[in-house]
Structures are given as C-alpha cells and as structure tokens.
C-alpha cells in the first residue's frame, strides 16, 4: 500500500510561516498529482493546493499569493510553504497522493497535521 507521512504542523502567531512536508512511499508505485487540503472544525474539508507531476498548480483563491506548493520528485515528496498566516488557515491539513501501480489507481491521504494560527 502508500504511505504518507506528513510532518511541519504547528501553532504559530499570526502573519507567521510554516511548511508542510510530506513523503509517499510504496512498493510498486508511480506517484502523480499531490495536494494539500484542510479540515477546519464544523467545516467540509476542502482543497487548498494542488500540483500535477509535470509541476502545473492550482490554489484556493483564500491562499493564493501567500502559499506554494511544490514537490521532489526524487524523493516523491510535496511541500506547502505557508506564508502570511491568518487566524481562518487554521485546520488539520491532508496531504493527498495519487498513486497508480499498473493499472490500478490509489487515492492516498495522510494522517493529518494540525495547523493553529493564533492572534
């Protein structure tokens, strides 16, 4: 199976910084698009980067022009580097991988790494 091992949640004040990291492994797998979503309490998880494998992005327009998303394909790692951290970004934050081995897709979520901007 995948496995996804996220790391880099924190509490932080706001205005301040954090980046998220997150590592696929699995035997067999090519990993493509990856992402970032988030969960806030009484709120429907929603999606807040993502990145295809040949580097494309997409953001929600609430973090766009203060977060970025990247990956390693080397390591099959994505990152979220948040910047300019306000009170409503905090949430658990997922990563998510597409995985495929052979003919046969994988939808991979993370553990979750919780996120708390405070005033």
């Known amino acids: 199976q995948v496995q996804l091992v996220e790391s880099g949640g924190d509490l932080v004040q706001a205005g301040g910084s954090l980046r998220l990291s997150c590592a696929a492994s699995?035997?067999?797998?090519?990993?493509?698009?990856m992402g970032w979503y988030r969960q806030a309490p009484g709120k429907q998880r929603e999606l807040v980067a993502l990145?295809?494998?040949?580097?494309?992005?997409n953001y929600a327009d609430s973090v766009k022009g203060r977060f970025t998303i990247s990956r390693d394909n080397a390591k099959n790692a994505v990152y979220l580097q948040m910047n300019s951290l306000k009170l409503e970004d905090t949430a658990v934050y997922y990563c998510?991988?597409?995985?495929?081995?052979?003919?046969?897709?994988?939808?991979?979520w993370g553990q979750g790494t919780q996120v708390t901007v405070s005033s």
């Open positions: 699995g035997t067999g797998f090519r990993f493509g698009a």
């Open positions: 990145i295809t494998s040949g580097g494309g992005t």
């Open positions: 998510n991988v597409k995985a495929m081995r052979g003919l046969d897709l994988y939808d991979a």
